[in-house]
């Protein structure tokens, strides 16, 4: 009974190792500066000459925005391109402007994206409970659907304590939730998220 424990507990550490790292901090550091105002961020993306998935982002749900730009300065992987999530504006108002949301690399598929976020607000004003999605940028490229990165397996412990020969791990199943993500608003997408009437 005490190997069973031992594996049990093995396996939980392991699916959280596996399935739960995040390259980001427990919480999100000290707001960045330049981010109050969407002139001054627009003129910088646009300068750069931005990569498909730059730019300046809008949550329908809450109506924050964000701004996801390259970082210049890769010091852990020299060649690597990665971009940073930076709130602009946030449907909290605990939340300031240039706050640091996550942090997202490409992978092998131009429109698909690994992603580390923040997933909720803390007391201080920061964001914390960081968390792994792929993000995919659907229709032409003025979309970004966020999908949550999950474990395919679940162990559920209370199968195992009345009988021993039950399984005691099952597969998870798309439970069909309509999907998050952001419609980009600049640089303006060839056909915008709303239709426009003269």
Same mark, same amino acid.
């Given at each position: 009974?005490?190997?069973?424990?031992?594996?049990?507990?093995?396996?939980?550490?392991?699916?959280?190792?596996?399935?739960?790292?995040?390259?980001?901090?427990?919480?999100?550091?000290?707001?960045?500066?330049?981010?109050?105002?969407?002139?001054?961020?627009?003129?910088?993306?646009?300068?750069?000459?931005?990569?498909?998935?730059?730019?300046?982002?809008?949550?329908?749900?809450?109506?924050?925005?964000?701004?996801?730009?390259?970082?210049?300065? @890769?010091?852990?992987?020299?060649?690597?391109?990665?971009? /940073?999530?930076? $709130?602009? =504006?946030?449907? %909290?108002?605990?939340?300031? !402007?240039?706050?640091?949301?996550?942090?997202?690399?490409?992978?092998?598929?131009?429109?698909?994206?690994?992603?580390?976020?923040?997933?909720?607000?803390?007391?201080?004003?920061?964001?914390?409970?960081?968390?792994?999605?792929?993000?995919?940028?659907?229709?032409?490229?003025?979309?970004?659907?966020?999908?949550?990165?999950?474990?395919?397996?679940?162990? @559920?412990?209370?199968?195992?304590?009345?009988?021993?020969? /039950?399984?005691? $791990?099952? =597969?998870?199943? %798309?439970?069909?939730?309509? !999907?998050?993500?952001?419609?980009?608003?600049?640089?303006?997408?060839?056909?915008?998220?709303?239709?426009?009437?003269?």
């Amino acid at each position: 009974m005490r190997r069973l424990l031992s594996l049990l507990i093995l396996a939980v550490g392991m699916a959280t190792a596996v399935y739960g790292e995040t390259a980001l901090p427990a919480t999100s550091p000290a707001p960045l500066p330049g981010y109050n105002d969407r002139t001054v961020v627009q003129k910088r993306i646009a300068a750069s000459g931005p990569h498909r998935i730059e730019g300046i982002w809008r949550f329908p749900e809450t109506g924050s925005t964000v701004a996801i730009e390259r970082e210049d300065n @890769n010091r852990a992987h020299p060649g690597a391109v990665t971009y /940073r999530m930076i $709130v602009m =504006r946030s449907d %909290n108002r605990s939340i300031r !402007p240039g706050t640091f949301m996550g942090i997202i690399t490409p992978s092998v598929k131009s429109d698909v994206f690994d992603a580390s976020i923040y997933t909720s607000s803390h007391r201080n004003s920061s964001l914390d409970s960081p968390r792994r999605f792929t993000l995919t940028l659907a229709e032409k490229g003025d979309r970004l659907v966020f999908s949550r990165v999950k474990s395919k397996y679940s162990l @559920n412990l209370w199968r195992i304590l009345p009988y021993m020969f /039950r399984y005691a $791990v099952r =597969r998870n199943n %798309n439970t069909g939730e309509a !999907p998050e993500g952001c419609v980009k608003i600049f640089p303006a997408p060839a056909v915008p998220a709303e239709p426009r009437y003269l």
